[in-house]
């Protein structure tokens, strides 16, 4: 609100405006002046719902007007008790289940100078047990983690064994699965939501490394299917922060798989057309490529039987959101037919979309990906690390290198695949079924072989859905480096 000084002087700005309109008009000719409508305070978060981990958290996206505020410009406060909370990074986090509210205040100057103090509605956070400790209807000895990845010397994993859905407290054996050994882990107490304490076991690790686990029960085992924990020696990233809560239109982009190798001579073909048809710079942002090297003992090979997967036989071979694919024909062919792949697969709106934090040390890559649907339906994510700028010489049947250079640098290499769902089937770890607007995350972790050069790895990420028969990529994405933050793109 303007103070009584403002409104003066808005009042004699007025006077004088009538007094040089003298003559030319009756008062009713002239418009009252229109006040500009005052900047608003928006506060808003991330995520309404958050795990009770100590890592899962909670982002405040705080701006006045067009102006995007951060830490230091504003004061958050526990609404419950009027107490001032500090939030370095904006982000909130907790591991104590419960409901939590808190509301912002941010203090600017009026038009005069003086000093308004703006307070934000109160914004509710809840809290929620990581693990489900209810009965489920599993069959069998099963064993739940409330986290395969944490921080060393700052986190921990907790178990949750299961047989036949309900969980256990006791009679069970827990072995190092590589001494095939009795650990004697602690234990700490959790509570269900009908307020039962369960005493369950906990790993935590000083240093980085990856450890796993069987367990035993009575004549039953999980030694086919050990838990796996890695202890990274940096925080496990944290969900994304999403600027448009609101929105579930996603840019679209279609996953190229071309599968190609060294020794095939007819692939220089179908590398040609692809730096074509992608250094077009409309093309280039409607895919993202990998290039799978399985062709005949290929020094780039993966070790993953992606090809049989994917239903090829014949190299050069470019798939398209692991649905359609296309063969070589010429170099003109290949272009045309790559161009009207990526358009058809572009053409509808993609039903989901991805964020992703990641970071990496130690040879160890983490990165905390975010789905977020735009249609209801049944999700799965994977991630797959590939390398540029590896060396080796190609054969070559005829394709000219004045078109596109020479063919011996390959580029978009797939070193691991993180999307197995199944033996044979990569289309990637089960999400569940998501509503329209809703999220779910997935953590990565990926082992980085030492001579792979780093700065020369990206991340692709791919959601897939199903149309009932099977399931195909609906969006996919590509990073620039193994650390840093994609956040959802809009259209």
Request: charged share 20%.
């Amino acid at each position: 609100m303007k103070s009584l000084k403002s409104i003066s002087i808005l009042a004699a700005i007025a006077m004088c405006a009538v007094s040089c309109l003298t003559g030319k008009g009756s008062d009713e000719d002239i418009p009252a002046p229109v006040p500009p409508a005052p900047e608003e305070l928006s506060v808003k978060v991330s995520a309404s719902v958050i795990y009770a981990n100590g890592s899962d958290a909670a982002v405040f996206d705080i701006s006045y007007g067009e102006q995007q505020l951060t830490a230091d410009d504003v004061t958050i406060y526990n609404a419950d008790d009027d107490t001032e909370v500090a939030m370095p990074d904006l982000s909130f986090s907790t591991a104590t289940p419960g409901e939590y509210a808190f509301y912002v205040k941010y203090a600017t100057a009026s038009d005069d100078g003086e000093e308004i103090v703006l307070t934000s509605e109160v914004i509710d956070i809840t809290a929620i047990t990581e693990i489900f400790l209810g009965r489920t209807d599993d069959e069998g000895l099963t064993v739940k983690l409330s986290s395969t990845v944490f921080q060393a010397g700052e986190d921990r994993a907790i178990f949750v064994i299961r047989f036949n859905g309900e969980v256990l407290e006791e009679g069970y054996e827990i072995y190092d699965a590589q001494t095939n050994t009795i650990v004697d882990l602690p234990t700490m107490t959790l509570t269900d939501e009908q307020g039962k304490n369960y005493e369950l076991p906990v790993y935590t690790a000083d240093e980085p490394g990856t450890r796993s686990f069987w367990v035993s029960y009575k004549v039953h085992t999980t030694v086919k299917t050990p838990s796996t924990i890695t202890a990274v020696s940096f925080p496990v990233p944290m969900r994304p922060g999403d600027t448009q809560p609101d929105n579930t239109s996603f840019k679209h982009r279609a996953l190229l798989i071309q599968f190609t190798g060294l020794g095939c001579g007819y692939c220089p073909y179908m590398i040609a057309a692809l730096r074509t048809v992608l250094a077009d710079e409309a093309y280039a942002d409607n895919a993202v490529l990998a290039a799978s090297h399985e062709y005949s003992g290929d020094p780039f090979d993966h070790g993953a039987d992606l090809e049989t997967s994917m239903n090829v036989s014949t190299y050069p071979t470019v798939v398209v959101n692991m649905a359609t694919s296309i063969g070589n024909y010429s170099y003109t062919g290949n272009v045309n037919n790559l161009k009207k792949l990526i358009d058809d697969a572009v053409s509808a709106p993609a039903k989901a979309g991805i964020s992703v934090r990641m970071n990496v040390a130690d040879n160890t890559l983490v990165a905390r990906a975010t789905v977020k649907a735009g249609q209801t339906g049944e999700y799965r994510i994977g991630a797959w690390l590939v390398e540029d700028g590896l060396t080796g010489r190609q054969a070559n049947y005829g394709m000219s290198e004045d078109t596109t250079g020479p063919f011996g640098t390959h580029d978009c290499v797939l070193r691991i695949l993180d999307s197995s769902m199944s033996r044979g089937n990569f289309t990637g770890h089960s999400l569940g079924t998501l509503n329209s607007g809703d999220l779910a995350d997935h953590l990565f972790v990926m082992n980085l072989n030492p001579e792979w050069v780093q700065e020369n790895c990206r991340l692709i990420l791919f959601v897939t859905t199903t149309n009932g028969s099977y399931y195909s990529v609906t969006n996919a994405i590509a990073s620039d480096s193994l650390t840093g933050t994609m956040e959802f793109e809009y259209e």
